[in-house]
């Protein structure tokens, strides 16, 4: 089985700010990106796509790009909740992965307080934080267990968080993963209606 919050596929995350991509407008940058990624998934020796569908791989769905749901400028604040730091994360196979709690981000939907929790996966080679959540779409437009941000520091030392770059983990692709699953207090009452979405035909199973 192969570990999933993922530093096989989504290597390529922040590859859509490279120079040749810096004179398009933040959607096209994301755009570009997710071009990127169907590319991947389709030809690369590490694609979550089992080998013998990948011929007919249409490209990752999505909801339409938001910018509202970009939120810029947050600074990872000490964890405040009344779990433990260091705890294990249940996995979809049923597995124990040790991780940590570093931190959490507030912002607002709707003029509305939100908090999400970072994490870090003990043993992980990503220097990313790991922020999984649920919403209201969940287990209907996206898979049920939670879609998945990698965070990394902006040279400010301040993170951007955004839902444009929402993806699903590898087992909806493929039981072969090992995939965290979402800690309940990830859980927000919105719509995140950006990011990766399931297919229409597959939406609500």
Known sequence: MTDDHQEHVHEHEHEHEHAA????DYAGQVEAYRAEKDEVF???AN??????????FPGLPYFPIDESLRFEGLRLEEYAGDQPTSFQIPTSDNQLKPAHRQG???FEIGGEGRRLTAYVMDGSHSHSLFVPFLDATSGHETYGAGRYLDLEPEEDGTYALDFNLAYHPSCVYSPYYSCPLTPAENRLPDRIEAGERLAEDDAGH
């Open 104 to 106: 959490s981000f507030t």
């Open 21 to 24: 991509e810096e004179e398009l």
């Open 47 to 56: 694609s979550p796509i089992p080998h013998e569908v990948r011929h007919d």
């Open 42 to 44: 389709r030809f690369s």
